[in-house]
């Protein structure tokens, strides 16, 4: 079946450091890509998605390329914030025939941005 | 416009009974689903629901079940509560257009003593 795999950490840096996260993807067909970031206490929030091959998902600094070629989706942000402080996941969504396309999680990466 | 509601946010339950939960979507969501989140497993999918009907299920056993309603809300029920049903369950809606991504809920904390 589709699964994700992505670098656990936790992952500590200082603050306006430069922060790339792994996660590499297995699925048939041509998936959709996701980034979600969750806050203590808090649901899952969406933070950029890409539909298809060589799309760029951005957003507050973030980016994410969807690499068919490597099946990869590597989060990327050019100087952290210590509001960056999160968990990170990585998720994919793959239409089934009956329309359905629940996300497939990877296991999530704890990021701590130091002042 | 207001988000994914989950009520309620923080839950204790004894062994053996049983739990509902409820999920209001995005007004004009018609697509919803559930995940469990706990530390050792991480994010499962539980159900999706579209239009009233269940259209895909996770690998759960019978005790966990769902319903939608006409106006898109949604509720899962846990019967027959075990200690490993302690987490938290995250309910998401989503239009129904393909890699659109789902808006998730704050979630339901279980805690099951």
């Known amino acids: 079946g589709d699964s994700v795999t992505q670098m656990e950490g936790p992952v500590t840096l200082s603050e306006e450091a430069f922060l790339t996260i792994n996660c590499t993807y297995t699925a048939t067909g041509y998936p959709s890509l996701f980034w979600y970031v969750q806050y203590p206490g808090e649901g899952l929030q969406l933070l950029l998605k890409?539909?298809?091959?060589?799309d760029k998902g951005s957003n507050k600094g973030f980016e994410a390329t969807y690499r068919k070629e490597t099946t990869s989706f590597h989060l990327e942000k050019g100087s952290v914030q210590v509001s960056d402080s999160a968990v990170y996941f990585c998720a994919l969504s793959n239409p089934t025939q009956g329309g359905s396309e629940k996300l497939v999680f990877g296991k999530g990466t704890k990021l701590t941005v130091n002042p | 416009k207001a988000g994914v509601t989950q009520t309620p946010r923080y839950l204790i339950k004894t062994r053996g009974q049983q739990v509902t939960l409820s999920c209001s979507p995005i007004s004009g969501h018609r697509s919803v689903s559930w995940y469990q989140q706990t530390p050792g497993q991480g994010l499962q999918f539980l159900f999706e629901y579209f239009s009233e009907t269940q259209r895909n299920k996770g690998n759960f056993p019978g005790r966990f079940s769902g319903r939608q309603f006409s106006n898109s809300r949604s509720e899962m029920n846990v019967s027959t509560l075990e200690l490993g049903d302690s987490a938290l369950y995250l309910c998401?809606?989503?239009?129904?257009?393909?890699?659109?991504?789902?808006?998730f809920g704050s979630g339901t904390r279980l805690t099951v003593v």
């Open positions: 890409a539909t298809k091959a060589d």
């Open positions: 998401a809606s989503s239009w129904p257009a393909s890699g659109y991504g789902y808006t």
